[in-house]
């Protein structure tokens, strides 16, 4: 049998440390690199709101006519509307569909109604069907907003407490912001109407939102 070297025993030596420094080393950047990744995914997580605006909770009574009482099959969206009774508040709006189910007059009802000072009331749960948008009633989040003349355009106070509502909401149930869209959007009904005769305004309406998420938000 052939005997080993000295030399060759200290290259063998040395090639086996060299082995476990090298693995050391690697192992040693898998563990940063696996380390950085994670606080970048962290770090790219989206933004939350978690303060719900002031809401004042009037649920309608269940019926027929305007709460069913049948849940959302899942939340994939929020539709905005607008009233379209001109200088009515929101207490007026949910009034309203409190009563049809007594006069019977047609099925409408929304999750909320943002009035002419901004208060926001809710008529439906989240969990529950609003009539409101159509074939999107099953999975969407509804919110009737009060406006002052026939322009359908909304006061400040309607419009940031919207954004307020909206964002929070987006937060609540994880929705896209694409997942923001108008009634319009869903039918073609001219509604709400300032946002479908000014598209733009609907366009800076939703990078409010996005504003409004990236100051008042929190990555969770």
């Given at each position: ?16 440390v060299?082995?476990f ?35 004042d ?32 508040t ?25 009035g ?24 969407t ?31 609540e149930?994880?929705?896209p ?7 319009y ?36």
């Amino acid at each position: 049998m052939r005997r080993i070297s000295n030399k060759q025993k200290t290259q063998i030596v040395y090639g086996i440390v060299l082995g476990f420094a090298v693995i050391g080393v690697l192992s040693t950047f898998f563990f940063i690199a696996t380390r950085t990744r994670d606080y970048v995914v962290r770090m790219q997580k989206p933004k939350v709101v978690k303060e719900q605006p002031t809401i004042d909770e009037q649920l309608l009574s269940p019926n027929e006519y305007s709460r069913p009482v049948l849940p959302l099959e899942e939340i994939n969206g929020i539709v905005v509307h607008y009233t379209a009774n001109p200088g009515t508040t929101a207490q007026q709006n949910r009034d309203y569909f409190e009563g049809l189910s007594q006069s019977h007059l047609t099925k409408a009802s929304s999750n909320y109604i943002i009035g002419l000072d901004g208060e926001i009331i809710r008529c439906v749960p989240d969990d529950e069907i609003a009539y409101a948008s159509n074939e999107r009633n099953h999975d969407t989040l509804s919110i009737e907003c009060c406006h002052f003349d026939e322009t359908g355009e909304f006061y400040m106070q309607t419009y940031q407490s919207l954004v307020k509502l909206v964002a929070y909401l987006m937060g609540e149930y994880d929705i896209p912001l694409d997942g923001v869209i108008r009634h319009y959007d869903v039918t073609g009904k001219i509604c709400p109407k300032y946002y479908v005769d000014h598209p733009e305004e609907w366009a800076a309406f939703l990078n409010d939102v996005e504003d409004y998420i990236e100051e008042n938000g929190v990555r969770e």
